[in-house]
Each structure stands twice: as C-alpha cells, then as structure tokens.
C-alpha cells in the first residue's frame, strides 16, 4: 500500500461541464503524476509535479490542468470536459525510478 | 521519444503451467529502467519486477522471473507455475531520466 487515494473513485459528468479530481498521498513524496489510461494506449502521461507549485506538461496534456498547493496533494481538472477525456485516471507517486499508483478513478463524460 | 511495444494483446495458459509475455522498447540511452506492471480486474497497478539496465543478473521475483537482452532491447516477463490469480493486464514499463512509458498491454487469462 503506496498510500496514495484518489478521489472520487466513479464520476459522470455532462460534456462542457468542469471536473475536478484530487490525489492525496499521506508519504510526502516530491514526485506526483496524472495518468489516464485507454484500451490499446496503456498510460499515458497527463501532467506532473517536482514540487508545491511545480508542474510540467506530459505526453497528453491538452485540454487538462493541474495544481499542487500542499505536497500532500495533487489536482488535475478539466476545464470543460469532453467525449475523449472519457477515460480511467490514475495519479502515481515516485519515490525512486518505480511508480506506485493510486486504485484510479473511472470518468465518463456524456 | 522512446517505445514500448508488446506485441502480444492476449495470451492464455494453463493453470500449473508457464507462461511468457514479451516486450520490446526503443531508447538511444544506456542508463534506464525496466518494469513490468500486473493489473487485475480490481483495476489497482501492481509492481510486479524492475529491472536496472546496467545490472546483467535477470531480475526474480517469487515466480516472476525477466529475460533481459539489453542488445536487442527485449524485456520479457516469465510466469511459472500459474495461479488463477496471474489472470491480468500487464504492462510493460521503460523509464530514464524522463516520463514513464508504457506498452499497451497483454492480457493474460489462466485456464483452470
């Protein structure tokens, strides 16, 4: 147990509307990632965190955003959600070169 | 930008016997890590095995065992005597100093 969780665990939400998903570790890691995962494309890489209120682009950033106030925890929202971000979320911390995730938050935007 | 590629979308063995799950990757780095991830219905992420690419010793864990060929940039991931359990996706994972990259994924039924 990496103790990272994720919240909420299940959303359905409207096209257009703003979403908001939280990850919250309790080990005080530097490191923090926002992974969505689809069939065929295993993770992808959204945004991450070196630190409180640094962030960096990944792979497949468009369309999202993120914020790291406390170290504690990790934010990621959309803006105005659409079909394609229908996805499952996963945040992972990284104490060395592994990752460990969180249990992922299924999102469906209809 | 580095790869992964698992070739393999759906593999399948019989419980008690074992099994092999290949991957492939693109670098032009020396220096990396390899792993491989088990993801079971429950949807939660499992380290399974890391593997340093400056080590030459194959990394084993419990019935978990990679065939690492740094030449060919293979990292397959052997399973011996299956358990109902093994039944996943399993991911394979590449990283340097950068991102994380993951392969698509081979999903593995054991047959009881």
């Known amino acids: 147990d990496a103790g990272i969780t994720q919240s909420p665990r299940h959303k359905v939400t409207e096209t257009g509307t703003p979403v908001t998903l939280r990850c919250h570790q309790t080990?005080?890691?530097?490191?923090m990632y926002w992974y969505r995962q689809d069939p065929g494309h295993g993770l992808r890489l959204i945004h991450y965190?070196?630190?409180?209120?640094?962030?960096d682009k990944g792979e497949v950033s468009d369309g999202y955003s993120v914020s790291r106030s406390k170290t504690e925890d990790f934010l990621l929202t959309l803006e105005s959600a659409t079909s394609s971000q229908t996805s499952v979320y996963f945040c992972?911390?990284?104490?060395?070169?592994?990752?460990?995730f969180g249990p992922g938050t299924r999102l469906t935007v209809t | 930008a580095q790869t992964v590629t698992q070739s393999q979308p759906e593999m399948s063995v019989q419980e008690a016997e074992t099994v092999t799950l290949s991957c492939t990757y693109d670098?032009?780095?020396?220096?990396?890590?390899l792993f491989w991830y088990k993801q079971p219905p429950s949807r939660q992420m499992i380290l399974v095995i890391r593997?340093?690419?400056?080590?030459?010793q194959n990394a084993t864990e419990n019935r978990f065992s990679v065939n690492f060929q740094k030449a060919a940039k293979s990292f397959s991931l052997k399973i011996s005597d299956s358990q109902l359990g093994d039944a996943a996706m399993y991911f394979c994972?590449?990283?340097?100093?950068?991102?994380?990259?993951f392969g698509a994924g081979t999903r593995l039924t054991v047959k009881p």
């Open positions: 992972a911390i990284s104490p060395g070169y592994e990752q460990y």
């Open positions: 080990e005080n890691h530097r490191y």
């Open positions: 965190s070196y630190g409180v209120k640094d962030t």
């Open positions: 670098t032009s780095e020396s220096d990396y890590y």
């Open positions: 593997q340093e690419a400056y080590k030459q």
């Open positions: 994972a590449y990283r340097s100093f950068g991102d994380m990259r």
